[in-house]
């Protein structure tokens, strides 16, 4: 690949990791948001839970002393008494229930007891005319306004209820200094804005009376009249976009999550950051995407690469292969032509043993013809003296016994010339009887000079083989036995037959001498004999001939001589 190739890919592959982690960015924002916000929307309902149950708390308070004998005597009466037992059971009440102040007003608009009747800043004697939770609950029966105190000069939330008959206003005032600080511990930033989006209550105490959004002249009045401060403070936060804020005097994002507003208008928010939430995940998501793709990218070039490189092994390989096959192809055929040679020379060797044998029993063949070619001689002169008399009838009887002599000496010279003949290689179903007669008709003579035991054969015992082959296998061991035997006195050769279901087992022992242990171990070797005029080539030839029916010659312990066994291959 060229170096300019090479920069092209590096670029594209740079230019995915990017774009992967990009697109991963995103989605892992997305999710992350939505796992924040779900988290926060948890969050936001606890602390709206929190919230409500503390206001719900304090409301009831103005409503149970509404109807209390000691307020309603205190209002119909100017009784110091009276007014003294009103200001501690209000200042008990307060103690009790944690309220920041509760005090009773009369329908003239001031104040004339007070929980806080002890205090050098006492309600006590105040006008609270200007309040608009006193004029509503006067109209209305109840009231409630959060404003800034004008003696405490601390904001809290306004409970009023009319009392003693309309004759005086029942007010508690709530402070959410608990709140606020609960708040403070818990992640995020927690407030509470009116229906105009101005902060009532906040985790941040400078976010108080903050506007969260632009008002218009009158309502941002009507607003600081109503909250009793002076002026509303610019929004403490951005808005770059919806869901989002970015608090005043930071960079840090947060997402906002929003409550419903109340039956009051009031609407409770909460801003959580996602510094430490969201962007570590997306850096961790972008990261390992782009190190996913690069890894990717590096396995798909390693692959690509590994593939040119097994396209050019095989290249190799196949031209080697091609070449390997083709010197294989020559030496197969130069071996093939060497095993046609060596199987011509084994057969020509199997042949030439043959026709050395056949030289060897020619004598024992002439001594058999011998006296049928005389007795034919006699029989011949006899008959032609008996039709010169005239007795037909013995003249005839010459010439059967003629023809039985003759058909006698051609049976002997039909099976000499099929033993010199050339086997045919087939095999098939012969009787190994009929085998075993024709090795001893060839060698009849020789078999005169020894004892032959031979058990009686079943006609019907069959073997697969090849006829002819099978009688030179058993000539070339009857006549190495014959001639170890030269010599021996009572000189014996044992044929014996062992069945099994499926071979036969032919053993041929002899009481010879035996065979020299170092010749018994090359025994089927070429060219091992023990005998000066000996090839040692017969046995070999059997052993081949044997192993190409299937079956096995080999030379078995014997205690006296040698003994060798014929397996063969029983045939159906």
């Known amino acids: 690949m060229s170096s300019l190739r090479r920069f092209w890919a590096l670029a594209a592959v ?29 969050d936001l309902r606890l602390r709206q839970a929190l919230l409500a149950s503390e206001i719900a708390r304090f409301r009831l308070l103005p409503r149970a002393l509404a109807d209390d004998r000691d307020l309603v005597a205190a209002a119909q009466t100017p009784a110091p008494a009276a007014r003294a037992a009103l200001n501690r059971k209000l200042e008990a009440l307060a103690r009790e229930f944690g309220a920041a102040a509760i005090y009773v007003i009369d329908r003239g608009g001031f104040a004339f007891g007070a929980s806080n009747w002890r205090q050098a800043q006492s309600f006590i004697g105040r006008d609270y005319n200007f309040r608009p939770y006193f004029r509503q609950a006067l109209q209305s029966g109840q ?3 959060f404003a800034l105190g004008t003696a405490s000069h601390k904001a809290g939330l306004y409970l009023a209820t009319r009392a003693a008959g309309g004759a005086a206003v029942v007010v508690v005032k709530l402070e959410f200094d608990g709140i606020e600080s609960a708040w403070r511990a818990a992640p995020g930033i927690t407030f509470v804005t009116d229906p105009q989006g101005v902060v009532l209550v906040a985790s941040r105490p400078d976010w108080r009376f903050a506007a969260t959004a632009p008002l218009a002249p009158p309502v941002r009045q009507a607003e600081q009249q109503s909250l009793g401060v002076p002026a509303l403070p610019p929004p403490p936060f951005a808005r770059p976009s919806a869901g989002l804020l970015v608090p005043v005097g930071t960079a840090t994002p947060h997402l906002l999550v929003q409550s419903a507003r109340d039956a009051a208008g009031w609407r409770l928010n909460l801003a959580l950051p996602l510094a430490g939430t969201v962007d570590p995940a997306v850096r961790v998501a972008q990261g390992t995407t782009a190190l996913i793709v690069l890894l990717l ?28 096959t083709a010197e294989l192809r020559s030496e197969i055929q130069e071996r093939t032509a060497a095993e046609a040679r060596a199987a011509t020379l084994r057969e020509g060797l199997r042949q030439a043993n043959r026709l050395a044998t056949l030289g060897q029993v020619t004598a024992s063949v002439a001594h058999e013809t011998a006296q049928p070619v005389a007795a034919i001689r006699n029989y011949a002169a006899s008959a032609a003296l008996l039709l010169d008399r005239g007795e037909s009838a013995e003249a005839r009887e010459n010439l059967a016994a003629i023809t039985r002599l003759a058909d006698r000496i051609g049976a002997i ?160």
Not at 20 to 38: D, F, K, N, P, S
Not at 306 to 322: D, G, H, K, M, W
Request: with cysteine; net charge positive; glycine share 6%.
């Open 143 to 145: 009231a409630q306004q």
């Open 297 to 324: 990218c590096a396995v798909a070039a390693a692959l690509v690469e590994r593939a040119r490189q097994r396209r050019r092994r095989t290249a190799q390989l196949e031209s080697a292969v091609a070449q390997a």
């Open 413 to 572: 010279t039909q099976h000499l010339r099929g033993f010199a003949r050339k086997g045919s290689r087939g095999e098939s179903a012969i009787v190994l009887a009929e085998a075993l007669d024709g090795a001893r008709l060839i060698l009849k003579e020789q078999l005169s000079r020894v004892s032959l035991a031979l058990p009686p054969l079943d006609p019907a015992l069959r073997v697969r083989a090849e006829k002819t082959r099978l009688e030179q296998v058993l000539v070339i061991i009857l006549q190495n036995a014959i001639e170890a035997l030269a010599g021996v006195p009572d000189a014996a050769i044992t044929i014996a037959v062992a069945e099994t279901p499926t071979t036969l087992d032919l053993t041929i022992a002899d009481n010879g001498p035996g065979l020299d242990p170092e010749i018994a171990a090359r025994l089927f070797t070429p060219f091992a004999t023990s005998r000066p005029m000996g090839l040692g080539l017969g046995l070999v030839i059997a052993k081949d001939i044997v192993e190409e029916f299937s079956g096995s010659l080999v030379l078995v312990p014997s205690a006296q001589g040698a003994a060798f066994r014929v397996t063969l291959v029983r045939a159906a």
């Open 14 to 42: 740079l230019l995915l990791a990017l774009g992967a982690a990009a697109l991963a960015g995103a989605i892992a924002r997305q999710v992350m948001l939505a796992r924040v916000e779900t988290q926060g929307r948890q």
